[in-house]
Protein backbone atom coordinates (compact mmCIF):
# COMPACT_ATOMS: atom_id res chain seq x y z
CA UNK A 1 0.00 0.00 0.00
CA UNK A 2 2.79 2.41 1.19
CA UNK A 3 4.81 1.96 -2.44
CA UNK A 4 1.40 2.13 -4.58
CA UNK A 5 0.93 5.20 -2.35
CA UNK A 6 4.21 6.77 -3.75
CA UNK A 7 3.30 6.01 -6.74
CA UNK A 8 0.14 8.05 -6.34
CA UNK A 9 1.50 10.95 -4.92
CA UNK A 10 0.21 10.10 -1.70
CA UNK A 11 1.99 10.55 1.61
CA UNK A 12 -0.12 8.76 3.99
CA UNK A 13 -1.69 10.80 6.74
CA UNK A 14 -2.63 9.20 10.29
CA UNK A 15 -6.64 8.83 9.23
CA UNK A 16 -5.14 7.07 5.94
CA UNK A 17 -2.69 4.53 8.13
CA UNK A 18 -5.73 4.14 10.39
CA UNK A 19 -7.68 2.95 7.57
CA UNK A 20 -5.43 0.59 6.43
CA UNK A 21 -4.69 -1.09 9.74
CA UNK A 22 -8.69 -1.47 9.68
CA UNK A 23 -9.30 -3.00 6.66
CA UNK A 24 -6.58 -5.22 7.18
CA UNK A 25 -8.54 -6.64 10.60
CA UNK A 26 -11.26 -6.91 8.13
CA UNK A 27 -9.54 -8.93 5.60
CA UNK A 28 -8.69 -11.63 8.49
CA UNK A 29 -12.33 -11.54 9.62
CA UNK A 30 -13.19 -12.08 5.69
CA UNK A 31 -10.68 -14.76 5.39
CA UNK A 32 -12.30 -17.10 8.28
CA UNK A 33 -15.02 -19.55 7.14
CA UNK A 34 -17.60 -18.04 9.53
CA UNK A 35 -17.48 -14.94 9.80
CA UNK A 36 -19.97 -12.45 11.55
CA UNK A 37 -21.27 -9.55 9.88
CA UNK A 38 -18.55 -6.66 9.41
CA UNK A 39 -18.95 -3.44 7.73
CA UNK A 40 -17.74 -0.44 7.04
CA UNK A 41 -19.32 3.40 6.36
CA UNK A 42 -15.85 5.48 4.91
CA UNK A 43 -16.68 9.39 4.22
CA UNK A 44 -14.70 12.28 3.50
CA UNK A 45 -14.62 15.04 1.01
CA UNK A 46 -13.61 14.25 -2.35
CA UNK A 47 -9.49 13.23 -3.29
CA UNK A 48 -8.97 12.41 -0.01
CA UNK A 49 -8.12 8.77 -1.48
CA UNK A 50 -10.73 7.27 -0.12
CA UNK A 51 -11.36 4.93 -3.53
CA UNK A 52 -7.54 4.68 -3.50
CA UNK A 53 -7.27 2.76 -0.52
CA UNK A 54 -10.77 0.57 -1.08
CA UNK A 55 -9.94 0.04 -4.68
CA UNK A 56 -6.48 -1.39 -3.79
CA UNK A 57 -7.86 -3.60 -0.51
CA UNK A 58 -10.45 -4.81 -2.31
CA UNK A 59 -7.86 -5.78 -4.99
CA UNK A 60 -5.38 -7.25 -2.63
CA UNK A 61 -7.91 -9.21 -0.93
CA UNK A 62 -7.37 -12.83 -1.50
CA UNK A 63 -11.22 -13.88 -1.84
CA UNK A 64 -12.96 -15.02 -4.95
CA UNK A 65 -15.95 -14.18 -3.25
CA UNK A 66 -16.34 -10.24 -3.75
CA UNK A 67 -18.04 -7.93 -5.80
CA UNK A 68 -17.29 -4.04 -6.31
CA UNK A 69 -20.22 -1.56 -7.75
CA UNK A 70 -20.73 2.15 -8.60
CA UNK A 71 -23.58 3.23 -6.28
CA UNK A 72 -25.57 4.13 -10.26
CA UNK A 73 -24.48 1.03 -11.72
CA UNK A 74 -25.72 -1.10 -9.28
CA UNK A 75 -29.00 0.48 -8.77
CA UNK A 76 -29.77 0.41 -12.09
CA UNK A 77 -29.07 -3.57 -12.56
CA UNK A 78 -31.32 -3.72 -9.15
CA UNK A 79 -34.31 -2.27 -10.98
CA UNK A 80 -33.61 -4.10 -14.50
CA UNK A 81 -33.88 -7.21 -12.09
CA UNK A 82 -37.08 -6.00 -10.20
CA UNK A 83 -39.14 -6.29 -13.61
CA UNK A 84 -40.98 -10.07 -12.82
CA UNK A 85 -39.61 -10.19 -9.18
CA UNK A 86 -39.74 -9.21 -5.63
CA UNK A 87 -37.45 -6.87 -4.23
CA UNK A 88 -35.38 -9.40 -1.97
CA UNK A 89 -35.03 -12.16 -4.87
CA UNK A 90 -33.55 -9.15 -7.01
CA UNK A 91 -31.03 -8.33 -4.36
CA UNK A 92 -29.83 -11.71 -3.45
CA UNK A 93 -29.87 -12.22 -7.35
CA UNK A 94 -27.69 -9.48 -7.61
CA UNK A 95 -25.48 -10.45 -4.63
CA UNK A 96 -25.23 -13.97 -5.54
CA UNK A 97 -22.27 -15.77 -3.60
CA UNK A 98 -20.62 -12.47 -2.64
CA UNK A 99 -19.33 -11.92 0.70
CA UNK A 100 -17.70 -8.54 0.43
CA UNK A 101 -19.72 -5.65 -1.33
CA UNK A 102 -17.73 -2.16 -1.91
CA UNK A 103 -19.89 0.35 -2.90
CA UNK A 104 -18.16 3.51 -4.37
CA UNK A 105 -19.41 7.22 -4.22
CA UNK A 106 -22.85 6.02 -1.70
CA UNK A 107 -25.19 9.18 -1.45
CA UNK A 108 -28.81 9.00 -1.88
CA UNK A 109 -30.94 11.75 -2.64
CA UNK A 110 -34.37 9.71 -4.27
CA UNK A 111 -36.90 8.16 -1.62
CA UNK A 112 -37.07 5.44 -3.73
CA UNK A 113 -33.74 4.29 -3.93
CA UNK A 114 -33.33 4.96 -0.04
CA UNK A 115 -36.19 2.49 0.60
CA UNK A 116 -33.73 -0.15 -1.66
CA UNK A 117 -30.53 1.03 0.46
CA UNK A 118 -32.65 -0.03 3.53
CA UNK A 119 -33.34 -3.16 2.79
CA UNK A 120 -30.00 -4.21 1.16
CA UNK A 121 -28.17 -3.16 4.57
CA UNK A 122 -30.58 -5.59 6.51
CA UNK A 123 -30.24 -8.81 3.84
CA UNK A 124 -26.40 -8.15 4.57
CA UNK A 125 -26.19 -8.25 7.74
CA UNK A 126 -28.33 -11.00 7.95
CA UNK A 127 -26.37 -13.04 5.68
CA UNK A 128 -22.80 -11.84 7.34
CA UNK A 129 -22.26 -10.33 3.48
CA UNK A 130 -19.15 -7.59 5.01
CA UNK A 131 -20.10 -4.25 3.55
CA UNK A 132 -18.19 -1.03 2.62
CA UNK A 133 -19.49 2.02 1.39
CA UNK A 134 -17.13 5.42 0.42
CA UNK A 135 -19.11 8.43 0.34
CA UNK A 136 -18.40 12.12 0.69
CA UNK A 137 -21.05 12.66 3.54
CA UNK A 138 -21.72 11.27 7.15
CA UNK A 139 -24.62 8.75 7.54
CA UNK A 140 -26.90 11.46 9.83
CA UNK A 141 -26.43 13.91 5.93
CA UNK A 142 -27.53 10.97 3.58
CA UNK A 143 -30.93 12.19 2.10
CA UNK A 144 -30.75 15.31 3.56
CA UNK A 145 -34.10 16.55 1.93
CA UNK A 146 -36.35 17.54 5.02
CA UNK A 147 -39.11 15.92 3.12
CA UNK A 148 -38.06 12.27 3.01
CA UNK A 149 -35.14 12.14 5.80
CA UNK A 150 -37.12 11.19 8.97
CA UNK A 151 -38.14 8.00 6.57
CA UNK A 152 -34.42 7.15 6.32
CA UNK A 153 -33.44 7.62 9.86
CA UNK A 154 -33.98 3.95 10.73
CA UNK A 155 -31.40 3.11 8.14
CA UNK A 156 -28.90 5.62 9.45
CA UNK A 157 -28.90 4.34 12.97
CA UNK A 158 -28.79 0.64 11.10
CA UNK A 159 -25.68 1.85 9.35
CA UNK A 160 -24.44 3.34 13.18
CA UNK A 161 -25.44 0.49 14.77
CA UNK A 162 -24.11 -2.43 12.78
CA UNK A 163 -20.94 -0.67 10.56
CA UNK A 164 -17.73 1.09 11.69
CA UNK A 165 -17.84 4.47 10.48
CA UNK A 166 -15.02 6.65 9.73
CA UNK A 167 -13.53 9.87 8.07
CA UNK A 168 -10.91 11.21 5.46
CA UNK A 169 -10.77 14.37 5.98
CA UNK A 170 -7.41 15.16 5.02
CA UNK A 171 -6.14 19.44 4.16
CA UNK A 172 -4.67 17.54 0.60
CA UNK A 173 -7.25 17.04 -2.50
CA UNK A 174 -4.92 14.60 -4.57
CA UNK A 175 -7.04 14.75 -7.76
CA UNK A 176 -5.69 18.24 -7.76
CA UNK A 177 -1.94 17.44 -7.85
CA UNK A 178 -1.60 13.93 -9.21
CA UNK A 179 -1.36 13.44 -12.74
CA UNK A 180 -2.68 10.32 -14.36
CA UNK A 181 -6.28 9.60 -13.59
CA UNK A 182 -7.55 7.39 -16.20
CA UNK A 183 -9.10 7.72 -19.34
CA UNK A 184 -11.80 10.38 -18.14
CA UNK A 185 -8.61 12.84 -17.63
CA UNK A 186 -7.97 12.47 -20.88
CA UNK A 187 -11.20 14.84 -21.71
CA UNK A 188 -11.14 18.46 -21.92
CA UNK A 189 -12.69 21.88 -20.49
CA UNK A 190 -13.01 24.67 -23.59
CA UNK A 191 -13.25 27.86 -22.44
CA UNK A 192 -13.97 30.07 -24.72
CA UNK A 193 -15.14 27.56 -26.64
CA UNK A 194 -14.39 28.89 -29.96
CA UNK A 195 -14.14 27.28 -33.21
CA UNK A 196 -9.80 26.74 -33.61
CA UNK A 197 -10.39 25.22 -30.15
CA UNK A 198 -13.17 23.14 -31.27
CA UNK A 199 -11.82 21.99 -34.98
CA UNK A 200 -8.30 21.35 -33.12
CA UNK A 201 -9.75 18.43 -31.04
CA UNK A 202 -12.23 17.29 -33.96
CA UNK A 203 -15.27 18.49 -32.09
CA UNK A 204 -18.59 18.41 -33.94
CA UNK A 205 -20.61 21.14 -35.22
CA UNK A 206 -24.27 21.23 -33.80
CA UNK A 207 -26.38 20.11 -37.34
CA UNK A 208 -29.71 19.59 -36.13
CA UNK A 209 -31.58 17.42 -33.39
CA UNK A 210 -30.99 13.66 -33.77
CA UNK A 211 -33.24 11.17 -31.98
CA UNK A 212 -31.72 8.57 -30.12
CA UNK A 213 -33.45 5.65 -28.87
CA UNK A 214 -32.32 4.72 -25.49
CA UNK A 215 -34.50 1.89 -24.52
CA UNK A 216 -37.60 2.91 -24.32
CA UNK A 217 -36.94 6.25 -24.65
CA UNK A 218 -36.21 9.18 -27.13
CA UNK A 219 -33.16 10.92 -26.98
CA UNK A 220 -32.08 14.06 -28.92
CA UNK A 221 -28.47 14.50 -29.31
CA UNK A 222 -26.94 17.71 -31.10
CA UNK A 223 -24.97 15.85 -34.18
CA UNK A 224 -25.27 12.62 -35.45
CA UNK A 225 -22.94 10.35 -33.15
CA UNK A 226 -19.86 9.32 -34.75
CA UNK A 227 -15.86 9.61 -32.84
CA UNK A 228 -18.26 11.92 -30.43
CA UNK A 229 -21.41 11.68 -28.55
CA UNK A 230 -22.71 14.87 -29.14
CA UNK A 231 -25.62 16.80 -27.11
CA UNK A 232 -26.42 20.13 -25.61
CA UNK A 233 -26.59 20.86 -22.16
CA UNK A 234 -30.03 21.58 -22.69
CA UNK A 235 -30.84 18.43 -24.54
CA UNK A 236 -29.19 16.08 -22.21
CA UNK A 237 -29.69 17.94 -18.55
CA UNK A 238 -32.68 20.48 -18.95
CA UNK A 239 -34.71 17.36 -20.24
CA UNK A 240 -36.11 14.96 -18.22
CA UNK A 241 -33.13 12.32 -18.93
CA UNK A 242 -32.16 10.00 -15.69
CA UNK A 243 -28.48 8.28 -15.02
CA UNK A 244 -29.93 4.69 -16.64
CA UNK A 245 -29.92 6.93 -19.75
CA UNK A 246 -26.29 8.08 -19.43
CA UNK A 247 -25.21 4.10 -18.34
CA UNK A 248 -27.14 2.96 -21.12
CA UNK A 249 -25.19 5.32 -23.56
CA UNK A 250 -21.79 4.78 -21.79
CA UNK A 251 -22.01 1.33 -23.11
CA UNK A 252 -21.56 2.15 -27.25
CA UNK A 253 -19.83 5.79 -27.01
CA UNK A 254 -16.31 6.42 -25.24
CA UNK A 255 -16.02 10.01 -26.03
CA UNK A 256 -18.61 12.41 -24.89
CA UNK A 257 -18.70 15.97 -25.66
CA UNK A 258 -21.92 18.14 -23.77
CA UNK A 259 -21.77 21.50 -25.49
CA UNK A 260 -23.20 24.88 -24.36
CA UNK A 261 -22.77 24.62 -20.98
CA UNK A 262 -23.75 27.58 -18.87
CA UNK A 263 -23.24 28.57 -15.62
CA UNK A 264 -25.10 26.48 -13.38
CA UNK A 265 -26.41 28.54 -10.95
CA UNK A 266 -28.36 30.04 -14.13
CA UNK A 267 -30.31 26.66 -14.10
CA UNK A 268 -32.86 24.31 -12.25
CA UNK A 269 -31.73 22.79 -9.20
CA UNK A 270 -33.13 19.59 -11.46
CA UNK A 271 -30.74 20.13 -14.55
CA UNK A 272 -27.72 20.84 -11.74
CA UNK A 273 -28.59 17.34 -10.09
CA UNK A 274 -28.71 15.90 -14.28
CA UNK A 275 -25.00 17.13 -14.70
CA UNK A 276 -23.55 16.00 -11.62
CA UNK A 277 -25.02 12.58 -12.15
CA UNK A 278 -23.68 12.83 -15.48
CA UNK A 279 -20.24 13.75 -14.63
CA UNK A 280 -20.33 10.50 -11.71
CA UNK A 281 -21.53 8.44 -14.36
CA UNK A 282 -18.59 9.25 -17.28
CA UNK A 283 -15.80 9.11 -14.00
CA UNK A 284 -16.42 5.97 -13.05
CA UNK A 285 -17.42 4.52 -16.21
CA UNK A 286 -14.02 5.86 -17.73
CA UNK A 287 -15.56 7.73 -20.69
CA UNK A 288 -13.61 10.64 -21.91
CA UNK A 289 -15.81 14.01 -21.52
CA UNK A 290 -15.39 17.25 -23.81
CA UNK A 291 -16.98 20.51 -22.23
CA UNK A 292 -17.78 23.37 -24.27
CA UNK A 293 -18.61 26.13 -20.98
CA UNK A 294 -19.60 29.52 -21.42
CA UNK A 295 -17.20 30.22 -18.09
CA UNK A 296 -14.01 29.09 -16.68
CA UNK A 297 -14.67 25.79 -14.17
CA UNK A 298 -15.04 28.01 -11.22
CA UNK A 299 -17.40 30.19 -12.14
CA UNK A 300 -19.49 27.09 -13.50
CA UNK A 301 -19.78 25.78 -10.43
CA UNK A 302 -19.96 28.93 -8.48
CA UNK A 303 -23.57 28.89 -6.18
CA UNK A 304 -24.44 25.50 -6.85
CA UNK A 305 -26.24 24.31 -3.61
CA UNK A 306 -26.53 21.20 -4.72
CA UNK A 307 -24.85 18.67 -1.93
CA UNK A 308 -22.64 17.08 -4.79
CA UNK A 309 -21.23 19.90 -6.53
CA UNK A 310 -17.56 19.54 -4.89
CA UNK A 311 -17.44 16.46 -6.27
CA UNK A 312 -18.14 17.48 -9.58
CA UNK A 313 -15.62 20.51 -9.23
CA UNK A 314 -12.82 18.24 -8.29
CA UNK A 315 -13.73 15.32 -10.91
CA UNK A 316 -13.78 18.63 -13.69
CA UNK A 317 -10.37 19.60 -12.68
CA UNK A 318 -8.64 16.47 -13.93
CA UNK A 319 -9.96 17.62 -17.44
CA UNK A 320 -7.44 19.07 -19.83
CA UNK A 321 -7.94 22.78 -19.38
CA UNK A 322 -8.21 24.37 -22.90
Not at 185 to 191: Q, T
Not at 206 to 218: I, K, P, Q, Y
Request: charged fraction near 20%.
Amino acid sequence: MNRKAQEKGIQLDNDQQRLIRHLETLAETLLRRRAAFAGLYLWGQPGRGKSFIVDSFFAALPLAQKKRAHFHTFFRELHQQLNGQGLDAALLELMGEARLLCFDEFHLHDIGDAMLVKRLIALAIARNVALIFTSNYPPRALLANPLYHDRFVPSIALIERHMTVMALNGPRDYRQQATGHGVFSEGAYLWPANAARRQALGLPDASGAVALTVGHRTLHAASAPGEFLHFTFAGLCEAPTAVMDYLALCEGHERWFLDGVPPLARVSPAAQQRFINLVDVLYDQQRRLFIAAACPLTELVAGVEQEDIARTASRLSQLTTE
